[in-house]
């Protein structure tokens, strides 16, 4: 079996379990309870919140455990947008956790503004000042997407933002633990991340919240979190969380190497054994591990099927938007034509790939892509 889906998820390192396992036999209290086993469990907690924090420049007090980048994200849109409805800015193509979140927010008489993407889908930092910043009270934007790759460079928006005194969300749950990421440096309000994409256990993420900002509760109950998230904190699942950003963090600059090095690899066998192919979004601004591909006469569905028959594992986009017929907004927002939208896979990297898994995927990819353009040819011909 060849993964070529980790940015859906990612295998927990050895490391991490092994960091996990120790919490669970020796902190496995209550870490607001207020005797010696909530003391050892308050202490693995807050010895892995001064860890992530230190990782992304943020103060401890900064770090809000949530379970998972989902929660993270309806948290920061939800819990930010408060008071009188306004309009939120965002970019086109966002995670179906933020577009969801919105058109909740839209049902509360919010209004929504994209922020307009070129072809490549980066921000057109001219175009911003054609916002309605008047109207505007909350903004949004994936620092990299998740469907393909694509890094923004936030900086310009964060600054209408900053002068205007408008909060601005940073969805990083695709960008930790894949690049550098400076909580303090973006100039965000909240930032979201998720620990099974780089490494670690499902079930728990964060909200980076600037010190000082007030956060409305998406849950009520309890005061965990400074009351800002209610609910018994899972110090083991921290301690796995923790560790494997700190894993990540020690040998990036290896990995970043390993990775782009592989994806350089599968990038340029498909060029040679399938083409014609389509590689969406800009090629010097990217994750080092993403291949957003597109393969034109051909049916990403039937790709999709096929491909995991032959022992290759890989999405359409977004898994949390897996079932949809419609081509991905994003690569519609880019101005990609329908037909080869619809052609097109997610082939996502780790660092337990090896260059021969990549030369088998390359071969078993071009076989089923000549296989199924010459089906579609033929049918072309009878019809």
Same mark, same amino acid.
């Given at each position: 079996m060849i993964d070529?889906?980790?940015?859906a998820?990612?295998?927990?390192?050895?490391?991490?379990?092994?960091?996990? !396992?120790?919490?669970w036999?020796?902190?496995?209290?209550?870490?607001?309870?207020?005797?010696?086993?909530?003391?050892r469990?308050?202490?693995v907690?807050?010895?892995?919140?001064?860890?992530?924090a230190?990782?992304?420049?943020?103060?401890?007090?900064?770090?809000i455990?949530?379970?998972?980048?989902?929660?993270?994200i309806?948290?920061?849109l939800?819990?930010l947008? $408060?008071?009188?409805?306004? /309009?939120?800015?965002?970019?086109?193509?966002e995670?179906?956790? %933020?577009e969801?979140? *919105?058109?909740?927010?839209?049902?509360r008489?919010?209004q929504?503004?994209?922020?307009a993407?070129?072809?490549?889908?980066r921000?057109?930092?001219?175009?911003?000042?054609?916002?309605?910043?008047?109207?505007?009270?909350?903004?949004?934007?994936?620092?990299?997407?998740?469907?393909?790759?694509?890094?923004?460079?936030?900086?310009?928006l964060? @600054?209408?933002?900053?002068?205007?005194?408008?909060?601005?969300?940073?969805?990083a *749950? @695709?960008a930790?633990?894949?690049i !550098?990421?400076?909580?303090?440096?973006?100039?965000?309000?909240?930032?979201s991340i998720?620990?099974?994409?780089?490494?670690?256990p499902?079930?728990?993420g964060?909200?980076?919240l600037?010190?000082? *900002?007030?956060?409305?509760?998406?849950?009520?109950?309890?005061?965990q979190?400074?009351?800002?998230?209610?609910?018994?904190? #899972?110090?083991p699942?921290?301690?796995?969380?923790?560790?494997?950003l700190?894993?990540w963090?020690?040998?990036?600059?290896?990995?970043?190497?390993?990775?782009?090095?592989?994806r350089?690899?599968?990038?340029a066998?498909?060029?040679? @054994? #399938?083409?014609p192919?389509?590689v969406?979004?800009?090629?010097?601004?990217?994750?080092p591990? %993403?291949?957003? $591909?597109?393969?034109?006469?051909? !049916?990403? !569905?039937?790709l999709?099927?096929?491909?995991?028959?032959?022992g290759?594992?890989c999405?359409?986009?977004?898994? #949390?938007?897996?079932?949809s017929?419609?081509?991905?907004? &994003?690569?519609?927002a880019?101005g990609?034509?329908?037909?080869?939208?619809?052609?097109?896979?997610?082939?996502s990297?780790?660092?337990?790939?090896?260059?021969?898994?990549?030369?088998?995927? *390359?071969?078993? &990819?071009?076989?089923i892509?000549?296989?199924?353009?010459? /089906?579609?040819?033929?049918?072309?011909?009878?019809?």
């Amino acid at each position: 079996m060849i993964d070529l889906d980790h940015n859906a998820t990612t295998r927990v390192r050895d490391e991490a379990l092994a960091a996990m !396992d120790r919490a669970w036999r020796t902190a496995g209290g209550n870490p607001g309870s207020r005797h010696a086993l909530g003391r050892r469990a308050r202490q693995v907690l807050e010895e892995a919140r001064e860890q992530i924090a230190a990782i992304l420049n943020a103060a401890p007090t900064e770090v809000i455990f949530t379970g998972g980048g989902t929660e993270a994200i309806n948290l920061a849109l939800q819990g930010l947008a $408060v008071g009188r409805p306004g /309009t939120i800015a965002l970019t086109p193509g966002e995670h179906p956790a %933020t577009e969801e979140s *919105v058109r909740a927010l839209q049902q509360r008489g919010w209004q929504r503004s994209e922020i307009a993407i070129d072809a490549s889908g980066r921000m057109v930092p001219d175009r911003l000042s054609q916002l309605p910043w008047d109207e505007i009270r909350l903004a949004t934007v994936l620092l990299a997407h998740n469907e393909t790759g694509v890094i923004q460079d936030i900086a310009p928006l964060a @600054q209408h933002c900053r002068e205007r005194r408008i909060p601005l969300h940073v969805d990083a *749950v @695709q960008a930790v633990g894949k690049i !550098d990421v400076d909580f303090q440096a973006l100039g965000a309000t909240a930032l979201s991340i998720a620990a099974h994409k780089f490494h670690g256990p499902r079930g728990i993420g964060a909200l980076l919240l600037r010190e000082g *900002v007030r956060l409305s509760p998406l849950l009520y109950g309890g005061h965990q979190e400074s009351g800002r998230r209610p609910g018994t904190e #899972c110090a083991p699942l921290a301690a796995g969380m923790a560790t494997a950003l700190q894993l990540w963090h020690e040998t990036r600059e290896q990995s970043t190497r390993q990775v782009s090095r592989l994806r350089d690899q599968l990038a340029a066998g498909l060029a040679e @054994q #399938c083409r014609p192919i389509v590689v969406h979004g800009s090629l010097g601004h990217r994750l080092p591990n %993403t291949l957003s $591909v597109a393969f034109p006469g051909c !049916d990403g !569905d039937a790709l999709l099927v096929a491909l995991d028959l032959e022992g290759v594992c890989c999405s359409l986009g977004s898994t #949390c938007a897996s079932g949809s017929s419609e081509p991905a907004p &994003i690569l519609t927002a880019m101005g990609v034509p329908p037909a080869v939208a619809r052609s097109t896979l997610r082939l996502s990297l780790g660092i337990d790939n090896t260059a021969q898994e990549i030369a088998t995927a *390359v071969q078993t &990819i071009s076989g089923i892509v000549a296989r199924l353009r010459k /089906t579609s040819g033929n049918n072309r011909a009878d019809a």
